[in-house]
């Protein structure tokens, strides 16, 4: 997969240190984390999560990378956050990125992406996302592409709240 300025890959425990890496970030753990510092079994974990839900849905956790520098520039897909929540068993949209690639668009495109290759598998609609309210950047990002607010559940840092698309 590939969109305008990222190149796109299923994580696979190949990418463990990978996603190690992006996990344990400070930047990435500020919010999507909760600040908890998860360690490697932690991520393997998630990645396994990743793999089934691909199989599953034909979608899960893409690693993004520049497509001319290659470098890693975050994570995006889906993570069955809230699957046992009865608003929305569905896995929820999720993306980060190392903040040196914050402010330019990225989490944007990501999260573009991720939605555009949910909606070519048998996806069931509407899409959900889950972000803090402190999380202003990503919930800018949620409502420029057309999430809307559908309920506030209590979160680590104070309100997190339930957006919906479609």
């Given at each position: 997969?590939?969109?305008e300025r ?28 909760d ?25 899960g ?18 993570l069955?956050?809230l ?12 993306f ?18 991720s939605?555009?290759?949910a ?19 990503s ?17 680590a840092?104070?309100?997190m ?6």
């Amino acid at each position: 997969m590939v969109s305008e300025r990222l190149k796109y890959r299923a994580v696979t425990l190949n990418d463990l240190d990978a996603f190690v890496s992006l996990v344990q970030d400070e930047y990435v753990r500020r919010y999507m984390m909760d600040g908890v510092l998860y360690p490697p079994e932690w991520c393997a974990e998630r990645i396994r999560e990743s793999e089934a839900l691909f199989e599953r849905h034909g979608v899960g956790l893409w690693l993004a990378c520049e497509r001319e520098s290659d470098q890693l520039v975050g994570f995006c897909g889906f993570l069955e956050v809230l699957a046992a929540d009865p608003v929305h068993p569905e896995p929820e949209l999720a993306f980060a990125l190392f903040e040196r690639f914050a402010r330019r668009g990225y989490a944007t495109e990501m999260a573009r992406a991720s939605i555009a290759a949910a909606r070519t598998q048998s996806w069931p609609t509407p899409i959900f996302a889950g972000v803090d309210v402190v999380n202003a950047a990503s919930l800018r990002v949620l409502e420029k592409l057309g999430f809307v607010h559908v309920a506030t559940h209590q979160g680590a840092f104070g309100n997190m709240l339930l957006l919906r698309l479609g």
